[in-house]
C-alpha cells in the first residue's frame, strides 16, 4: 500500500520560514518524480515544485528565488523549503509522486498540509 504522509505546515507570519516534509512508503522512491502541489480554496490545485530522480528541478515562477525543493532517497522523504513567506503562499499542500512513462500511469497524492501566512 503506498502512502505519502506530509507534515510540517502550520500558521506563519509574513516573511517567514517552514519546511514541509512528505515521507513516502510503498514505493520505489529513487525513481519517482517527486512534487509538491497546493490549493488556495476557491482555486484549482497547481504546481509548486517537481525533483526528478536525477535531481533536476523545477518550479513554478512565484516561488522561484524562495522555496527549494529536495529529497533524501536514504529516507524516501521529499522536502520543500519554504522561506520569506507570502499570504499569497496560504494553502493546502500536497505531496504527489509520478513515475513517468508507467502504464497505466502510477500517481499518487498525500492527505495535505495547510499552510497559513498570515500577521
Known amino acids: 500500500q503506498v502512502q505519502l504522509v506530509e507534515s510540517g505546515g502550520g500558521l506563519v507570519q509574513p516573511g517567514g520560514s517552514l519546511r514541509l516534509s512528505c515521507a513516502a512508503s510503498?514505493?520505489?522512491?529513487?525513481?519517482?518524480?517527486m512534487g509538491w502541489y497546493r490549493q488556495a480554496p476557491g482555486k484549482q490545485r497547481e504546481l509548486v515544485a517537481t525533483?526528478?530522480?536525477?535531481?533536476?528541478?523545477n518550479y513554478v515562477d512565484s516561488v522561484k528565488g524562495r522555496f527549494t525543493i529536495s529529497r533524501d532517497n536514504a529516507k524516501n522523504t521529499v522536502y520543500l523549503q519554504m522561506n520569506d513567506l507570502k499570504p499569497e503562499d496560504t494553502a493546502v499542500y500536497y505531496c504527489?509522486?509520478?513515475?513517468?512513462?508507467?502504464?497505466?500511469?502510477?500517481?499518487?497524492w498525500g492527505q495535505g498540509t495547510q499552510v497559513t501566512v498570515s500577521s
Open positions: 525533483i526528478h530522480p536525477n535531481g533536476n528541478t
Open positions: 510503498g514505493i520505489i522512491f529513487s525513481i519517482y518524480v
Open positions: 504527489n509522486a509520478e513515475l513517468v512513462h508507467s502504464t497505466p500511469l502510477l500517481n499518487y
